[in-house]
């Protein structure tokens, strides 16, 4: 079984693991279940002694623990193996990405570099070599981070406070003042009773996000990137209104001197500078108030991402679209001349792209319906650089790399979209936080989910399409009904399945472990039929929202006639809407054409009300 792991360091800088277990109701809502039902007691007994407490001391190095990847910032260099493999939290910033801030498993906070107008928060302006312990946060953890051009810093807490500091010349630091922060202050006008959720820093000017959804700005504002309606700079917290009074933002972003915001209904916002087009409203007019980007009409935007001039965004079909400056081909659409509408950005097909044995493509999932949908989108205020990441795992760079100007989505070797800043942003920054979740302690419900397919404690087997699949009885009873019932007087140790494939049923029972699913779109519509079956609510909006992921101009169709079947009525309206969307390539289709009479003549008149067939 799998083991529940704590850490203790020694003086010498040793660290002995002692594996232990620390049972206790909190697993998938333990306690809720017991009060709900009678019988539970007694499975909880049985879950106690699956993970029954064990004291073995292993001995064992920091070296064998999940470490975060940043071997390919330069600046990094300065930090030992050891210093290294402890980091969990990075963002590198600067001028010429000569700075930096981290993280360590112990929740201690460091920083290394130049330390221009005091961004290292150390309390003067010493550069320093050597990695410093940056003591006035001490017991804070980050949530999330940006940072300005001067460098300014803007930090917000997993409690939702805010600190800033470094270069305050423009009153981008919000504390009322134009003097630099040499260390962290926590910033609390008009945010006292507020939890930030994001933040961002444009050159000179800062925006945060609460967990209520409104945007406060301060800073720099000869643009209007505050959203203030003036041009006068903004000293401390402001809340964004005009068009955004009545919205509810989810994500935020800026841009050297612009601002952005994604609303919860897709619809995105710009306000600031706009002499290159990058608030896209089709002018090179500086817009002082948040306005609509009205071009983006009927597309819902999930997330914005700003480089110095230009913006991208992610729409909820994995879609990017660009605009701005692109004297260095960073809006990706193959030439260098400014847009200040928005224009689809298309990642290049290559044969090469299915690297994953398995799944195949299907005629219902091919192969670029995976591989070029995206699923991030990066851009840095400090670089005219951009990349993405699709859902097959392939990243894709773009715009200023390395002095060179690539006017097309190139694709590369890398795993993820910070790698691209790290070795071909000019300079090498960070575009966000880098986080890792260390993997040296394990709760219970960990613990659970290691424990999903292993013969070694499995009291319980099922036998589907020639291979087996461990679980345990306990757990199943507690988390389906459809088990509760069915296993309650059977005393078999296998269950012969032959309703569904082997990739479904195990996904399936997988998710009793874990409360999430593994599974490829392409799979997922026979876990819909699964959960369906079994009236498992909370897994058919899982396998809706996996569906969507997948979807394309070629199986559109017949992912509608499946959520219709399997009355999955929030993954039928986003099928509709897609078709749509994309009416004329649909229509086009063999799935259309061997459509089902009665859903053809229920989409015809549903398009009809829309106002689909409208010249």
Not at 41 to 56: F, P, V, Y
Not at 197 to 224: K, P
Not at 264 to 283: C, D, F, I, K, P
Not at 399 to 415: A, D, E, M, Y
Request: hydrophobic residues 35%.
């Amino acid at each position: 079984m799998e083991e529940e792991l704590s850490l203790s360091y020694g003086e010498s800088g040793k660290t002995a693991m002692y594996i232990t277990v620390s049972p206790g109701p909190q697993a998938f809502g333990l306690t809720t279940l017991c009060y709900q039902l009678s019988w539970v007691s007694s499975l909880q007994m049985q879950i106690m002694g699956l993970l029954s407490l064990h004291h073995l001391p292993v001995q064992a190095t920091l070296s064998s623990l999940k470490m975060l990847d940043v071997g390919k910032w330069p600046i990094f260099s300065l930090c030992s193996e050891e210093e290294l493999q402890l980091i969990r939290q990075a963002c590198v910033f600067g001028s010429a990405g000569n700075e930096v801030l981290y993280t360590t498993v112990n929740d201690e906070i460091f920083v290394l570099g130049t330390n221009c107008s005091g961004c290292l928060g150390l309390g003067d302006v010493q550069s320093t070599i050597e990695p410093r312990r940056l003591d006035s946060l001490n017991g804070k953890k980050i949530a999330c981070l940006s940072y300005g051009s001067g460098p300014h810093i803007v930090l917000a807490t997993t409690e939702g406070e805010v600190f800033t500091w470094g270069h305050n010349a423009y009153s981008q630091l919000g504390n009322g003042t134009t003097n630099h922060g040499l260390v962290p202050c926590h910033i609390s006008t008009n945010l006292s009773n507020k939890q930030v959720t994001e933040v961002a820093c444009g050159s000179y000017h800062s925006l945060v996000l609460t967990s209520d959804g409104e945007v406060f700005a301060w800073g720099y504002n000869n643009s209007g990137q505050v959203g203030s309606g003036s041009t006068a700079n903004q000293p401390i917290p402001r809340r964004v209104m005009g068009c955004l009074q009545n919205k509810v933002v989810v994500n935020i972003a800026c841009g050297q001197m612009c601002s952005m915001a994604v609303v919860n209904t897709g619809e995105v916002y710009v306000w600031g500078y706009n002499g290159n087009g990058q608030l896209g409203l089709g002018s090179s007019g500086n817009q002082p108030t948040p306005c609509r980007i009205a071009a983006l009409q009927g597309i819902r935007v999930q997330r914005v991402a700003c480089g110095y001039a230009h913006t991208l965004v992610l729409t909820d079909e994995g879609q990017v679209y660009a605009w701005g400056a692109n004297s260095y081909g960073q809006l990706g659409i193959g030439n260098k001349s400014n847009q200040s509408y928005p224009a689809p950005v298309f990642m290049e097909k290559d044969s090469s792209c299915c690297r994953q044995p398995s799944p195949c493509p299907t005629p219902d999932f091919p192969c670029a319906a995976r591989c070029s949908r995206i699923i991030e989108i990066a851009a840095c205020h400090s670089a005219h650089t951009s990349a993405a990441k699709t859902q097959g795992g392939h990243v894709y760079m773009w715009g200023q790399c390395r002095g060179q100007s690539v006017i097309l989505p190139h694709l590369t070797h890398f795993s993820c979209t910070d790698d691209v800043f790290a070795c071909f942003a000019t300079p090498a920054v960070s575009w966000r936080l880098l986080s890792v979740e260390p993997d040296d302690h394990l709760t219970v419900a960990e613990s659970l989910k290691r424990e999903f397919d292993n013969p070694n404690t499995a009291d319980l087997k099922f036998l589907v399409d020639g291979k087996y699949i461990y679980a345990h009885k306990v757990l199943l009873r507690i988390r389906c009904e459809h088990f509760r019932s069915s296993l309650e007087d059977n005393q078999d140790d296998i269950v012969e399945m032959s309703e569904f494939s082997y990739p479904v049923y195990r996904a399936f029972l997988e998710y009793l472990y874990t409360d999430s699913i593994s599974l490829p779109p392409e799979e997922a519509v026979g876990l819909l039929d699964l959960a369906t079956f079994y009236r498992e609510n909370r897994l058919k909006k899982l396998c809706q929202q996996t569906i969507k992921q997948g979807i394309c101009e070629e199986n559109a169709i017949a992912l509608l006639s499946a959520a219709v079947k399997y009355d999955a009525q929030d993954l039928e309206e986003f099928c509709f809407r897609f078709c749509i969307n994309h009416l004329t390539v649909v229509t086009q289709t063999s799935g259309f054409a061997e459509m089902d009479h009665d859903l053809l003549k229920n989409f015809i008149s549903k398009a009809s009300r829309v106002g689909a067939f409208k010249n």
